[in-house]
C-alpha cells in the first residue's frame, strides 16, 4: 500500500435547491462583497440569478464576471481579475461547468497572489492566502470543486496549464441537481464522459492510494448506474444527483491520485484541433485502457466486478478489451464520435500530437509507461 498524506478541505453541501443557501454559506467564510464568475449559458438558464439572489438575500454586494469561454484562458482570469481589484470581494464563487471554477481559481491566484497565470504553472506556487471559494457545478463532469487545480489555457498557444495549489481548494461545493437538468444533451454527454474517465484513470494511476480507491470506485459505480438515464430521461433527478455526486468523488480522486495517458492525448487534441475535452477523452480512453490492461488487467476487472449485469455493462471475464469496447459504445450511445478522422482531425499531425501528449504532466502518472512512439500508436489506434 502506498503511503498518502490525506485532508479533506471542502465542505460538501448536497440536495435540490440548496442554490439557496448560498448566501448563508457565503456569509460563513466571511463574505461581504462575492465576485460571481460563470458564464453567458448559465446567466442566460437562470441559474446565475438564482445565485445571486441568495446572496444579496443574505446582505452580500455583488458582482457578476460573466467573461468565461469553454475553455477558460490567460485572457479571461486577466479580464476577471482587473474586475476584481476594482470590486475588492472577499469571498469568490464559481458557478457552472468547469471552465468558471477553473477561471474563478485562476482570478483567485492572480487577485491574492499578484503576478501571471503562468507563474503558478504546477504545484504549490502560491505566494499568500487566498481568498475563500464556494463552487457551485451547474454540470456533472470536472470535478473541479473538489480539486485545488485549475486548468488554464495559454490565451496564444493555447497550451493547457495545470495550476494547483492546496490554497486553492474550494472551501465549500455545493451541489444542486437541479442546476444540471437544464443542460443540452450534448454538454451532459461531453461532461459525463468526462467524469466516467476520471473515475477509471485514477483507479489505475502510479499514485493510486488507499483514499484514491475508495473515490474513484464510488464514482465509477455511481457514474456507470446513471450516464445513460440521464441521457434518456434528463429530468430525472435522482439521476441527476448521482451523476453529480460521483463526478464530485471522481473529482477528489484525482486530487489523490492524479490521472493518466487519456488526458494527455486529450489536451493537444484541443489545442491543436478544438476538439472538445470529453469529445477528446471518449476518443482516446477505449485505447489507453487496453494498452494499460495490458500489464493490469486485474485492476480494470476489479472495476468491472462492481457493475457487472447492470446496464449492459461487460461481464469480469471480458477484462479490459471488453470494458474498452463497452466505453465505446457508451460514448457512441451518446452521439458522441468515436474515431479522430470524424473529428477534423489531420492525419499527418498524429508525429505532432503524439510529441505534445509526451509533454503532459498527467502522462507521467500513467501505470504503465508511454514513450512518445507509444502515444502515436494510441492516436493511430484511435484514427
Same mark, same amino acid.
Given at each position: 500500500?502506498? *503511503?498518502?498524506?490525506?485532508?479533506?478541505?471542502?465542505?460538501?453541501?448536497?440536495?435540490?435547491?440548496?442554490?439557496?443557501?448560498?448566501?448563508?454559506?457565503a456569509?460563513?467564510?466571511?463574505?461581504?462583497?462575492?465576485?460571481?464568475?460563470?458564464?453567458?449559458?448559465?446567466?442566460?438558464?437562470g441559474?446565475?440569478?438564482?445565485?445571486?439572489?441568495?446572496?444579496?438575500?443574505a446582505?452580500?454586494?455583488?458582482?457578476?464576471?460573466?467573461?468565461?469561454?469553454?475553455?477558460?484562458?490567460?485572457?479571461?482570469?486577466?479580464?476577471?481579475?482587473?474586475?476584481?481589484?476594482?470590486?475588492?470581494?472577499?469571498?469568490?464563487?464559481?458557478l457552472?461547468?468547469? &471552465? &468558471?471554477?477553473?477561471?474563478?481559481?485562476?482570478?483567485?491566484?492572480?487577485?491574492?497572489?499578484?503576478?501571471?497565470?503562468?507563474?503558478?504553472?504546477?504545484?504549490?506556487?502560491?505566494?499568500?492566502?487566498?481568498? *475563500?471559494?464556494?463552487?457551485?457545478?451547474?454540470?456533472?463532469?470536472t470535478?473541479?470543486?473538489?480539486?485545488?487545480?485549475a486548468?488554464?489555457?495559454?490565451?496564444?498557444?493555447?497550451?493547457?496549464?495545470?495550476?494547483?495549489?492546496k490554497?486553492?481548494?474550494?472551501?465549500?461545493?455545493?451541489?444542486?441537481?437541479?442546476?444540471?437538468?437544464?443542460?443540452?444533451q450534448?454538454?451532459?454527454?461531453?461532461?459525463?464522459?468526462?467524469?466516467?474517465?476520471?473515475?477509471?484513470?485514477?483507479?489505475?494511476?502510479?499514485?493510486?492510494?488507499?483514499?484514491?480507491?475508495?473515490?474513484?470506485?464510488?464514482?465509477?459505480?455511481?457514474?456507470?448506474?446513471?450516464?445513460?438515464?440521464?441521457?434518456?430521461?434528463p429530468?430525472?433527478?435522482?439521476?441527476?444527483?448521482?451523476?453529480?455526486?460521483?463526478?464530485?468523488?471522481?473529482?477528489?480522486?484525482?486530487?489523490?491520485?492524479?490521472?493518466?495517458?487519456?488526458?494527455?492525448?486529450?489536451?493537444?487534441?484541443?489545442?491543436?484541433?478544438?476538439? *472538445?475535452?470529453?469529445?477528446?477523452?471518449?476518443?482516446?480512453?477505449?485505447?489507453?485502457?487496453?494498452?494499460?490492461?495490458?500489464?493490469?488487467?486485474?485492476?480494470?476487472?476489479e472495476?468491472?466486478?462492481?457493475?457487472?449485469?447492470?446496464?449492459?455493462a461487460? &461481464?469480469?471475464?471480458?477484462?479490459?478489451?471488453?470494458?474498452?469496447?463497452?466505453?465505446?459504445?457508451?460514448?457512441?450511445?451518446?452521439?458522441?464520435?468515436?474515431?479522430? &478522422?470524424?473529428?477534423?482531425?489531420?492525419?499527418?499531425?498524429?508525429?505532432?500530437?503524439?510529441?505534445?501528449?509526451?509533454?503532459?504532466?498527467?502522462?507521467?502518472?500513467?501505470?504503465?509507461?508511454v514513450?512518445?512512439?507509444?502515444?502515436?500508436?494510441?492516436?493511430?489506434?484511435?484514427?
Amino acid at each position: 500500500m502506498h *503511503p498518502f498524506d490525506y485532508q479533506l478541505t471542502t465542505r460538501l453541501v448536497f440536495g435540490p435547491n440548496r442554490i439557496e443557501q448560498l448566501g448563508e454559506l457565503a456569509k460563513e467564510q466571511g463574505a461581504g462583497r462575492v465576485l460571481v464568475v460563470s458564464d453567458p449559458g448559465i446567466v442566460k438558464a437562470g441559474h446565475t440569478e438564482r445565485g445571486v439572489a441568495a446572496l444579496k438575500a443574505a446582505g452580500c454586494e455583488v458582482l457578476v464576471d460573466e467573461n468565461v469561454g469553454e475553455n477558460p484562458t490567460t485572457a479571461h482570469v486577466e479580464v476577471g481579475t482587473e474586475r476584481a481589484r476594482d470590486f475588492r470581494p472577499d469571498v469568490l464563487v464559481g458557478l457552472g461547468g468547469g &471552465s &468558471s471554477m477553473d477561471c474563478a481559481k485562476g482570478i483567485n491566484f492572480l487577485y491574492s497572489c499578484g503576478g501571471r497565470m503562468h507563474d503558478y504553472w504546477g504545484v504549490g506556487k502560491a505566494t499568500k492566502p487566498m481568498l *475563500p471559494m464556494i463552487a457551485v457545478p451547474t454540470t456533472a463532469g470536472t470535478g473541479s470543486e473538489a480539486q485545488s487545480f485549475a486548468l488554464i489555457s495559454d490565451a496564444e498557444t493555447h497550451v493547457k496549464m495545470a495550476c494547483g495549489d492546496k490554497k486553492a481548494a474550494c472551501k465549500v461545493a455545493l451541489l444542486d441537481p437541479t442546476l444540471t437538468v437544464t443542460q443540452p444533451q450534448r454538454v451532459t454527454a461531453l461532461t459525463g464522459i468526462d467524469a466516467l474517465a476520471h473515475a477509471l484513470e485514477t483507479y489505475v494511476t502510479t499514485k493510486r492510494n488507499f483514499m484514491s480507491i475508495l473515490y474513484s470506485r464510488e464514482a465509477w459505480r455511481l457514474l456507470e448506474k446513471n450516464f445513460a438515464r440521464v441521457l434518456e430521461h434528463p429530468t430525472d433527478l435522482a439521476a441527476r444527483s448521482g451523476m453529480q455526486l460521483g463526478a464530485f468523488l471522481a473529482g477528489t480522486a484525482i486530487e489523490n491520485s492524479m490521472l493518466g495517458a487519456t488526458h494527455a492525448l486529450a489536451n493537444p487534441l484541443t489545442a491543436h484541433f478544438e476538439v *472538445p475535452h470529453g469529445q477528446a477523452i471518449a476518443l482516446m480512453l477505449p485505447h489507453v485502457i487496453r494498452y494499460n490492461g495490458e500489464r493490469h488487467r486485474d485492476w480494470y476487472c476489479e472495476l468491472l466486478a462492481y457493475v457487472a449485469g447492470t446496464n449492459g455493462a461487460p &461481464s469480469v471475464a471480458s477484462g479490459p478489451d471488453g470494458l474498452a469496447e463497452f466505453l465505446r459504445k457508451t460514448a457512441e450511445a451518446a452521439g458522441l464520435e468515436t474515431k479522430l &478522422s470524424a473529428c477534423g482531425v489531420n492525419e499527418n499531425s498524429l508525429p505532432t500530437l503524439a510529441a505534445d501528449a509526451a509533454k503532459q504532466w498527467t502522462g507521467t502518472f500513467n501505470p504503465r509507461p508511454v514513450t512518445v512512439p507509444d502515444l502515436l500508436a494510441l492516436y493511430q489506434a484511435a484514427y
